[in-house]
């Protein structure tokens, strides 16, 4: 079954401008959100079950990046928000023939290809929509959908009950599911504080280019 995983990625310009709030200079966000998508990509790469990734950005550090992972990229419209940037990667995905898509988000460096796997692999052939939570439980991390049009997403805050309404309304299975490498995305100071212990847990091997980032930040 081909599986498509589709980036939303914001401009690096515009990236985790919350995270001023914590004392990272502008320098430093880039550097994060740079080495956080590398993470990203790298371990869909190392993924059994992903056939294709396609990046939805603006962004041309993220296209070089997505380039030199072997992944695709496509333009995104700053207009549409983020659920507009995942539309037209699920429009790109529907086109190279895809029966699942995967959308989850570039800022998740701790992603464990074993456990994407598992998760891709206790999906059903659909219609089915799994929802991977943030780890406060309310918003939506990931979504892989069966088929990837099975629902519009609606990214946000209060997201995961709209995805799991969405998917009742479409008839199709909504399943809650939680492997710990994606619950963690960055988003605000505290996320950041959250990921920084969730690292020194872990392998060293594991997330190198975003423990790269973190190591020559400077907090004002």
């Known amino acids: 079954m081909s599986l498509v995983a ?9 990236a985790k401008s919350r995270l ?4 990272l200079r502008p320098a430093d966000r880039l550097a994060l959100a740079t080495g956080m998508l590398n ?11 992903v056939d294709d990734i396609v990046v939805v950005t603006s962004e041309p550090g993220a296209e070089v990046l997505a380039r030199s992972c072997g992944a695709q990229s496509i333009a995104d419209d700053p207009s549409g928000g983020h659920n507009g940037a995942v539309a037209l990667g699920i429009a790109w995905a529907l086109a190279d023939g895809a029966l699942q898509a995967l959308v989850l988000p570039g800022d998740a460096p701790t992603l464990d290809p074993a ?7 206790s999906g059903s052939d659909g219609p089915e929509v799994v929802i991977v939570p943030d780890r406060h439980g309310t918003g939506t991390n990931a979504l892989l959908l069966s088929p990837p049009d099975v629902i519009a997403t609606s990214f946000g805050e209060g997201s995961r009950e709209r995805h799991e309404r969405l998917a009742r309304e479409a008839g199709a ?6 492997p710990r490498s994606l619950l963690l995305d960055v988003d605000t ?32």
């Open 20 to 23: 001023g709030y914590g004392g």
């Open 173 to 178: 299975t909504a399943t809650i599911a939680e």
């Open 39 to 49: 993470d990203v990509l790298e371990a869909l790469r190392r993924s059994r079950r």
């Open 115 to 121: 456990e994407l796997d598992a998760l891709i692999d």
């Open 189 to 220: 100071a505290d996320d950041l504080e959250a990921l920084t212990a969730r690292l020194a847990e872990l392998p060293r091997d594991v997330a190198q280019f975003t423990r790269t980032a973190l190591s020559r930040c400077e907090r004002r």
């Open 6 to 14: 589709v980036l939303p990625v914001k401009r690096f310009g515009l």
